[in-house]
């Protein structure tokens, strides 16, 4: 088993930039395919960005790719999202989320195993 805690949310303007991270316990973290969700009030939760054990493959949703980008670090095991480019629709509470590796559609929720309590990210005009 693996448990999720992310931190790094905060409330930054238009524009700005925000790092997520993750921490994992346990020592299979460099055997999960971890990913990144977000779930706005009144909305359903939805995939973010995924990343492959060792880091090498990635995978965004449309909405984010060329503001975040996943990553991961096996030896601290932690993943991180960094944020750039903060809109006034990416305000929502970030989880991160780990199966294992096996094949699996990873921009479904149900597909994972482990989620974290969330962090808050809020943009302001």
């Known amino acids: 088993q693996v448990q999720l805690v992310e931190s790094g949310g905060d409330k930054v303007l238009t524009g700005g930039s925000l790092r997520l991270s993750c921490a994992a316990s346990g020592r299979t973290f460099s055997s999960y395919r971890m990913a990144w969700f977000r779930q706005a009030p009144g909305k359903e939760r939805e995939f973010v960005a995924a990343i492959s054990v060792t880091g090498s493959s990635k995978y965004y949703a449309d909405f984010v790719k060329g503001r975040f980008t996943i990553s991961r670090d096996n030896a601290k095991n932690t993943m991180y999202l960094q944020m750039n480019d903060l809109r006034p629709a990416d305000p929502a509470v970030y989880y991160c989320?780990?199966?294992?590796?096996?094949?699996?559609?990873?921009?479904?929720?149900?597909?994972?195993?482990?989620w974290g309590q969330g962090t808050q990210v809020t943009v302001s005009l």
């Open positions: 989320a780990g199966r294992g590796n096996s094949y699996a559609d990873l921009a479904a929720r149900y597909v994972y195993d482990y």
